[in-house]
């Protein structure tokens, strides 16, 4: 009924609107006094985080994109090798692992048996599991050796929203945390990252209020037979993520690239029309990611594409190559998928409610896959 939808049309849309709340309850009292990271709850002991030399990120779906952020993040932040991998090829590979390996385990639901073999094998090879997990008492974090719960609220429809957000934040967590411990980053360069990240709630916030824009599009363009989407950096995962939203409820072809990966094939698909979204990072990074987006961004529109760009706020670089563009608050690039992936769910909800389905419960699809 609506009433529990909380005045929305559909689960989905009331979850993507928990957001700010998913974020910010998990990142709610994981701090001590003192402003440092304290993460009691990962009963690790400290001299085995200290002395990881790699780490495997395994999961499914949602989860695993989340999980390609945080090799991003905790690559960045803790020169940790950062392997992400889903779990159903990571479980029947031989991967190699030691008792300096650390295995985190990201799901919602706690249940996904995919996740849940590649957990116990991990866990026989003698290697540290980390379960990050939404649902508590569910299965995974109980066969873990430690679990970091995502604070998301339970989550109804079958495609993940804000449970993804949350699990991002749990891996940003994770990240500083160790950084913290390994002191690979200064304490106030942690502080620094930590006081951006509590700002994400409202910056999502903002782009919820912005959502009427992102539904009038989707509802213009429900007829499209394709859409691609293309990132770079973490904008990647977001890039996959936003075409896995459109696909699972929308029914709808949809692909996500690494933007650089465009000339070495996939730009062959480009046509006259063709809808392509782009997520383009902050141009305030050190780097020469943002410029090579951009290119990214003029090379498919040359050959015809309807280009609809995220960028942030003050971009200009962006407009003269966007047919259609959304802004996102500014944000450094490393914690922008929190933003940016918020336009690409609206769209795909509205896009979905459009073509008059059933967007909590796509076809031939289960909230939690409990088989292998
Ligand atoms: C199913 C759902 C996906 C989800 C995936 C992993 O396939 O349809 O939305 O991302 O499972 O689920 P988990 O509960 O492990 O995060």
């Not at 709610?28 to 200290?50: F, H, K, N």
């Not at 539904?215 to 213009?220: F, I, K, L, S």
Request: aromatic content about 6%.
């Amino acid at each position: 009924s609506a009433a529990v939808k909380g005045g929305f049309d559909s689960f989905m849309d009331k979850e993507i609107h928990d957001q700010p709340k998913a974020v910010a309850d998990t990142l709610l009292g994981r701090t001590d006094a003192s402003g440092d990271l304290m993460l009691d709850e990962l009963r690790i002991p400290e001299t085995v985080l200290r002395s990881i030399d790699k780490i495997i990120v395994i999961a499914c779906g949602t989860a695993a994109y989340s999980g390609h952020v945080a090799k991003y993040a905790i690559e960045h932040w803790c020169r940790i090798p950062v392997e992400v991998e889903l779990a159903h090829e990571f479980r029947y590979r031989d991967p190699i692992l030691t008792p300096r390996t650390l295995v985190v385990a990201i799901s919602q639901s706690g249940e996904t048996m995919d996740t849940l073999m590649a957990v116990r094998h991990a866990r026989e090879q003698g290697a540290y599991v980390l379960a990050i997990v939404n649902t508590h008492g569910s299965t995974i974090p109980r066969e873990s050796d430690a679990v970091l719960y995502t604070h998301a609220g339970p989550e109804v429809a079958v495609a993940s929203t804000k449970a993804f957000l949350a699990q991002i934040t749990a891996c940003y967590l994770l990240g500083l945390y160790l950084a913290q411990l390994r002191g690979t980053k200064f304490a106030d360069e942690i502080q620094e990252t930590l006081q951006e990240l509590q700002a994400l709630p409202d910056k999502i916030q903002s782009v919820l209020d912005d959502e009427a824009a992102v539904r009038e599009v989707a509802q213009a363009m429900k007829d499209e037979p394709s859409f691609l989407f293309l990132g770079r950096h973490v904008g990647y995962p977001v890039a996959l993520e936003g075409a896995l939203k459109l696909k699972e409820i929308a029914y709808i072809h949809a692909e996500g690239f690494a933007a650089g990966e465009l000339k070495h094939g996939p730009i062959a698909l480009i046509d006259t029309g063709q809808p392509v979204f782009v997520i383009a990072p902050s141009p305030r990074g050190r780097d020469q990611l943002h410029s090579k987006v951009v290119s990214n961004i003029q090379e498919v529109r040359a050959r015809g594409a309807r280009t609809l760009v995220i960028a942030e706020e003050g971009d200009e670089a962006v407009v003269p190559y966007a047919d259609i563009l959304f802004r996102v608050p500014q944000t450094p690039t490393l914690l922008s998928p929190l933003v940016a992936v918020v336009p690409l769910q609206i769209f795909a909800s509205e896009l979905a409610k459009a073509k008059g389905l059933d967007v909590d419960q796509p076809r031939n699809l289960a909230k939690s896959v409990t088989v292998e």
